[in-house]
């Protein structure tokens, strides 16, 4: 090798051990940051996990029939004040029905305290929503379909 193709790889190496330096360097520090910041953001979602009692399934389902939680850009948001209005009228009577034939279900879970999961199943409209509560507030999950349990003949 002549001696500037040397003094290249020389630089390469030197660039590479800079580089390894520089990564541990920040890797370190970032770590340090999450050592501290993980403990806080715990300690904070204890003090404002929601009760039980704030989760309201109900008025939870009716946001979600209504489509409060989808994107502006989705094509099933309601856009305009009327069909916001019919969304809403349409939510409240879907809603009312569906808790009024059968009913509902509602399990909760406490994740250590910082947080909790909600479920809500509505046998009649095969649906089955969950909820996560942190943070002093409720956010929709998601929604699947359930199977239809069989009734039981006496």
């Known amino acids: 090798l002549s001696e500037q193709q040397n003094r290249a790889v020389v630089l390469l190496g030197l660039g590479l051990i800079g580089a390894t330096i520089i990564f541990k360097v920040l890797a370190s520090a970032l770590f340090m940051i999450w050592i501290l910041a ?4 715990f300690l904070y979602g204890i003090q404002t996990c929601p009760t039980n009692d704030s989760f309201d399934p109900k008025k939870e389902l009716k946001r979600v029939m209504r489509g409060h ?11 305009g004040w009327v069909a916001e209005g019919v ?3 349409v939510a409240t009577v879907t809603t009312e029905l569906a808790t009024g034939i059968s ?14 999961v909600a479920t809500v199943r ?3 409209i095969n649906a089955e929503c969950y909820w996560v509560g942190a943070f002093g507030r409720w956010t929709y999950v998601m929604q699947r379909d359930i199977e239809p349990r069989a009734r039981v003949e006496r």
Not at 38 to 41: E, N, R, S
Not at 69 to 79: A, G, I, Q, V
Not at 103 to 116: H, I, P
């Open 87 to 89: 969304a809403r009228a």
């Open 103 to 116: 009913g509902y279900e509602v399990e909760m879970w406490d994740l250590v305290g910082a947080a909790k």
């Open 69 to 79: 939680n989808l994107p502006e850009d989705h094509p099933d948001k309601p856009k």
């Open 122 to 124: 509505v046998p009649s």
């Open 38 to 41: 993980f403990p806080l953001a």
